[in-house]
C-alpha cells in the first residue's frame, strides 16, 4: 500500500476513535496531520486519554514510552487505539504487555481481562 493509502486508513481510524469517544459522552480532539506523539486527545470528568492509533496495533518500544512519558506529565493515560477484525480496541499503553484492554459493547466501554 502507498504512503496515500496508509494515511487515509488512519485517518480513517482516527477519526472512528473520536466518533466512538464522542458518542460514550467524551470530548474528543483528532490531532490531524500533526505526526504526534497524539492522534486523538479524549477527556471526560476527571480522565484524559492520550491516544495514539494504529491499524494493525504496532507500537514500538520507543514511541511506548515516549507516550507514556507525556502522559505521566500531564496526569493522563496513555492509550493504544488499534481494529481487530471488525472491533476498535482500546488498550492502556505499558511498557510491558498489558492484562486488559477496553472494547466498546452495546455502545458502552467495557474492560476485558485477557
Not at 486523538?40 to 514500538?60: A, D, H, P
Not at 472491533?87 to 474492560?111: A, M, Q, Y
Amino acid at each position: 500500500m502507498n504512503k496515500v493509502g496508509r494515511y487515509a486508513k488512519g485517518a480513517k481510524l482516527e477519526n472512528q476513535v473520536r466518533e466512538i469517544l464522542e458518542e460514550d459522552g467524551w470530548v474528543a480532539v483528532r490531532s490531524a496531520g500533526s505526526h504526534g506523539v497524539i492522534d486523538v486527545l479524549g477527556v471526560k470528568q476527571n480522565e484524559k486519554w492520550f491516544i495514539q492509533c494504529r491499524v494493525n496495533g504496532n507500537l514500538s518500544q520507543d514511541e511506548r514510552v515516549e507516550l507514556i512519558n507525556l502522559a505521566v506529565e500531564h496526569s493522563a493515560i496513555p492509550i493504544l487505539a488499534y481494529k481487530q477484525k471488525a472491533n476498535i480496541i482500546f488498550e492502556e499503553i505499558k511498557l510491558l504487555r498489558p492484562t486488559f484492554h477496553f472494547e466498546v459493547i452495546d455502545g458502552k466501554f467495557i474492560k476485558i481481562d485477557d
